[in-house]
């Protein structure tokens, strides 16, 4: 079956400017996770989402980023006037997690970010 | 806050040999300790994962172990091939619904032919 995808696979954009990255979660999936990850870096948490409950964002680095997920599926990080130190890979995942416990992510492919 | 620190950042075997990753955890309350593997340009996938009333687990080459006294658990991949070659994130979570998965920093493991 379809995984998680993420649009765009690559964005390039110069500084100052905002960029919006998609994720497709897999159907049916109530959690799903936005990290960012340098290069040659570590998975740096950014925001969680599950089900109805409020996200949690301990992890955005600032309040030029933002998500948010619509109807419980899709989602959308949002980073306003972006800055050079914002480049990186910015993945996604979804997870079956239920208040059962915790399930494994399934993360979509990425999407490189550059900033000019 | 929670902290997961792994080690060694990079690590070179031999093929045929065994490798092993570590990491430690900070939050007592842990309980849940997945294994993610990354390929270049993909993302990580689960590989294997192991909850605390267990001490350890085994899927073919690849086994985990885990010390909650001592807040470590470790990777261990024998008679290691070509395709282990990649990176290796460990990571902690308390299973619960509320809580968010916390990743070590990665291992670049390289398998030499």
């Known amino acids: 079956g379809a995984g998680v995808s993420q649009s765009p696979s690559n964005k390039v954009t110069e500084k100052g400017k905002d960029v919006e990255l998609r994720c497709d979660p897999i159907s049916g999936h109530t959690a799903l996770y936005w990290y960012r990850q340098s290069l040659g870096q570590g998975l740096e948490f950014l925001i969680y989402f599950q089900g109805n409950s409020a996200p949690d964002k301990s992890g955005l680095p600032s309040d030029r980023f933002s998500a948010e997920r619509t109807g419980g599926s899709v989602s959308t990080l949002t980073i306003q006037r972006t800055q050079q130190e914002d480049s990186a890979v910015y993945l996604c995942?979804?997870?079956?997690?239920?208040?059962?416990?915790?399930?494994?992510?399934?993360f979509g492919p990425g999407t490189r970010l550059t900033v000019l | 806050g929670e902290n997961v620190e792994q080690h060694p950042s990079t690590l070179s075997v031999q093929e045929g040999d065994s490798a092993v990753i570590k990491c430690t955890y900070s939050?007592?309350?842990?309980?849940?300790f997945p294994w993610y593997k990354q390929e270049l340009g993909k993302g990580p996938q689960l590989i294997i994962d192991?909850?605390?009333?267990?001490g350890e687990k085994k899927d073919q080459r690849i086994a985990v172990t885990l010390n909650k006294t001592a807040k470590h658990f470790s990777l261990h991949i024998t008679e290691t091939q070509p395709e282990d070659s990649a990176v290796y994130f460990c990571a902690a979570s308390k299973d619960s619904s509320a809580s968010k998965i916390i990743f070590g920093s990665g291992t670049r493991l390289s398998i030499r032919p």
């Open positions: 995942a979804s997870s079956p997690r239920t208040s059962g416990g915790v399930h494994e992510q399934f």
């Open positions: 939050d007592s309350a842990s309980n849940y």
């Open positions: 192991i909850r605390s009333n267990v």
